[in-house]
């Protein structure tokens, strides 16, 4: 049985082109593998630097609102409201709500009387039963960088993909 050259060279070009078809398919699943991974991490990075640096400067003004009568505009209030709007651009809107929390705490804390600093760390090291805005706060982001990092269960379970990660980062298109 004689095989016909032409036959054989177009059979040899055409599986050539299906592994190299195959091949590319691979290495362009691979890349946006990875380039979804370093856009998740980026993602989580930033939400951690904004949520950590909107903390400090809130327990800050918060140590201040329990101890000091006066009430001043100056560079952490300043600062907390530029990291607020920070929030708004990206989060979720259940943490710029527990953000806005927090800072409602701080003024309704501020208006009061001061009450000493012994007292005030009496009261911090007992187990006070009224809720703390900034706790509820900080559980709410771990709770978001949490959803950052995996996408829902029930989204899994239907096997619906995530086209351009809107649904891991917390945006919506339309």
């Known amino acids: 049985m004689s095989i ?11 599986g050539a082109f299906l592994g190299g078809t195959a091949s590319l398919a691979g290495a362009v699943y691979t890349q946006r593998r990875q380039n979804r991974a370093q856009r998740i991490e980026r993602e989580i990075t930033r939400r951690e630097t904004v949520y950590a640096e909107f903390i400090m400067c809130a327990s ?6 329990y101890t000091r009568d006066e009430i001043a505009i100056g560079g952490h209030e300043q600062k907390l409201m530029a990291l607020m709007h920070r929030i708004q651009l ?5 943490v710029i709500s527990a953000a806005e929390d927090v800072i409602h705490a701080i003024i309704e804390i501020a208006l009061q ?5 012994h007292e005030f760390v009496k009261s911090a090291l007992s187990k006070n039963p009224d809720p703390d805005a900034l706790v509820a706060f900080s559980r709410i982001c ?13 989204q899994r379970a239907r096997g619906e993909r995530n086209s351009g990660d809107e649904m891991i980062l917390g945006r919506t298109t339309t």
């Open 90 to 94: 990206f989060a979720p809107p259940h």
């Open 113 to 117: 009387p001061s009450v000493p600093v």
């Open 142 to 154: 771990r709770a978001d960088l949490d959803s950052v990092h995996a996408p829902s269960r029930e």
């Open 4 to 14: 016909d050259p032409i036959l054989l060279s177009s059979v040899s070009a055409m």
């Open 60 to 65: 800050n003004l918060l140590v201040d609102a």
